[in-house]
C-alpha cells in the first residue's frame, strides 16, 4: 500500500513541476491569459484527486494535456461563443518557441494566435514539447490521421504566410529554426 502511495505522492510531485509547461499548452489553445490560468487550475485540481496514476512519469504529462484539452473542449461545448468573447492575444505568442528571425515578431506572433486552437495545440505538442504524434493524439482526443492533417493545416498555413512575406524556405535563412533549449526528450 506504501508503494501505491508513493506513486500517487510522485505524480503530484511531477504535475505540480511541470505546471509552467502545462499553462504554456494552456495558452497555446487558448490565447487568453485568463482561460489558461482557469484550464491550468481546473486540470491540476482533478489530477491531484486521481487515484488510478500508472509509474511513468510522461503518462502523467500526458494525461495532463489530454486533461486540459478536455476541460476546453467541455468549455466550448457550453458556450459557443466562448472564442469570440475572448478574443485570442497575439501578445501572448510574440516569445514565440522559435529563434532567429522570426522570434518576437509581432506579425507572426498574430498569424499563431489566428489559428484555430487544435491546430495550436496539435503544433505546440508535436513541435514545443516534442510529444510523439502518438502522445499529441491523444492529448487532443484526435485519431491519429485527424491529428496529421490537423497539423499539415497547419504547415500549409503557415507556409503560405510565410510565403506572403517572402519568407519562404529559399529566401530564409534559419529564420524558423525551432530553438533546442525548449525541446525535451521524446519518452524512450
Known sequence: MANFGQSQSRARDGLLAAAPRLYKFALAI?????????????????LQNRKDWR????????EAF???Y???DAKLAEDPNLQKKYVPDARLFSASLLKGSL??????????????SQQRAALYLVYGEGASYDEAADAVGLEMLALMKCLARGHVALSHWLDTRGLSEGSRQGGLDIDPSIIRERAA
Request: positive net charge; glycine residues 4%; proline residues 2%.
Open 30 to 46: 487558448t490565447a487568453n491569459a485568463d482561460l489558461a490560468q482557469a484550464l491550468l487550475r481546473g486540470a491540476l485540481k482533478s
Open 55 to 62: 509509474q511513468n512519469d510522461r503518462d502523467h504529462l500526458t
Open 66 to 68: 489530454r486533461r486540459i
Open 70 to 72: 478536455a476541460l476546453w
Open 103 to 116: 522570434a518576437g515578431n509581432a506579425h507572426f506572433a498574430k498569424f499563431i494566435s489566428s489559428l484555430p
